[in-house]
């Protein structure tokens, strides 16, 4: 494992590396875009930071609409009054639902909106065990792997065909918000899977293995190791070159964020105090965000991006046994996702 990749690695990073701050000199006129969890802490704060670079169009999707509106007028309020009033609509996305997720993906298509960029930054970081109500699986795998999965698969024909239509404007972004806990992985569940011959999503549902403090690290792995066998062996090569950009961004570990909202009691406190004394501020995670989803440009695609650069994956996929899991992950997300889509043609689309 590289430093990079260590926890002296991260410790280094979080104390003496500070993301570079958007550039004044940054307009987004004319630009518009889409952040997924943008009512509270990251997305919130790279709303913000877009929107005083003078973005036209933003589409807050949130789970809670309520709460969504609120977020709106505090933004708007926000907003440098040296900026033209952008337009910054409300829009209901639900991670734990497979047909909130296609529901919101069609009305982005039926409306005619030309997305720039699409920052997937909704997660969640569960310390305790409990299931999805509608598919069953375990909430953090559902979301932070599944859910983000078929969402990312959505957008792309999407925006790739807004590409095409008009190459004038830079290519189209789709920018998911990782961790570089994925690189910490212990993942017990690959080799629990290959024991008992069952597939990943049964080891990860099953209670029994159920680990708090690796679930949120594995679930980030997943998703990473998803994204890698996309973008490298399903992904055509003319669309690779042409069409929308994928990327993923570490935007460090902050303070101010409400990932671990549901931890509660000792362990509530602890990780609390934690976050002031090693955490970086919300807001300076932010910068990463936008970085990636307008800065970073087509140099970025394919890659993993920390503190506004290049960096190395989690290696995971990079052993034999990672090559092996990663093609399973992939099969396995293909095969949660036909009961939801046509994947065949959705495939073909990509």
Request: charged content about 20%.
């Given at each position: 494992m590289p430093f990079y990749n260590t926890y002296p690695g991260f410790l280094y990073r979080q104390f003496f590396i500070c993301p570079s701050r958007v550039p004044s000199s940054l307009s987004l006129h004319g630009?518009?875009?889409?952040?997924?969890?943008?009512?509270?802490?990251?997305?919130?704060?790279?709303?913000?930071?877009l929107l005083n670079s003078g973005l036209s169009r933003l589409i807050l999707a949130v789970r809670n609409v309520a709460k969504g509106e609120a977020a709106r007028e505090t933004l708007l309020a926000s907003v440098s009054e040296s900026n033209k009033p952008p337009i910054v609509e409300v829009w209901e996305l639900d991670l734990a639902s497979?047909?909130?997720?296609?529901?919101?993906?069609?009305?982005?298509?039926?409306?005619?909106?030309?997305?720039?960029?699409?920052?997937?930054?909704?997660?969640?970081?569960?310390?305790?065990?409990?299931?999805?109500?509608?598919?069953?699986?375990?909430?953090s795998i559902q979301i932070n792997w599944l859910s983000t999965a078929l969402l990312t698969l959505l957008l792309m024909p999407v925006l790739d065909q807004q590409a095409a239509a008009n190459n004038e404007r830079p290519r189209p972004i789709i920018s998911i918000v990782g961790s570089e806990t994925a690189a910490w992985a212990k993942f017990k569940e690959a080799q629990t899977a290959t024991e008992q011959q069952t597939s990943l999503v049964?080891?990860?549902?099953?209670?029994?293995?159920?680990?708090?403090?690796?679930?949120?690290?594995?679930?980030k792995l997943l998703y990473q190791l998803f994204f890698l066998e996309l973008v490298r062996n399903h992904r055509s090569s003319a669309l690779r070159a042409s069409g929308t950009v994928l990327n993923i961004v570490n935007p460090?570990?902050?303070?101010?964020?409400?990932?671990?909202?549901?931890?509660?009691?000792?362990?509530?406190?602890?990780?609390?105090?934690?976050?002031?004394?090693?955490?970086?501020?919300?807001?300076?995670?932010a910068r990463t965000l936008v970085h990636a989803a307008v800065l970073a440009g087509a140099e970025s695609n394919g890659k993993?991006?920390?503190?506004?650069?290049?960096?190395?994956?989690?290696?995971?996929?990079?052993?034999?046994?990672?090559?092996?899991?990663?093609?399973?992950?992939?099969?396995?997300?293909?095969?949660?996702?036909?009961?939801?889509?046509?994947?065949?043609?959705?495939l073909s689309e990509i």
């Open positions: 630009r518009a875009g889409m952040v997924t969890g943008a009512n509270t802490g990251l997305g919130y704060h790279a709303s913000l930071q497979y047909s909130s997720i296609t529901a919101f993906v069609e009305r982005l298509k039926q409306s005619g909106i030309h997305l720039d960029f699409a920052i997937l930054n909704a997660g969640v970081a569960n310390f305790t065990y409990g299931l999805n109500a509608s598919t069953g699986h375990e909430d049964k080891a990860l549902d099953a209670e029994g293995n159920f680990d708090m403090t690796d679930r949120y690290y594995t679930s460090g570990f902050c303070y101010g964020s409400e990932l671990h909202r549901g931890v509660e009691g000792a362990l509530g406190m602890v990780l609390g105090g934690m976050k002031r004394v090693v955490g970086r501020s919300v807001s300076m995670g993993y991006l920390s503190d506004n650069r290049p960096a190395p994956f989690a290696g995971y996929g990079d052993r034999l046994l990672g090559r092996t899991t990663q093609g399973e992950v992939w099969d396995e997300t293909v095969t949660e996702l036909r009961s939801v889509v046509d994947m065949t043609k959705l």
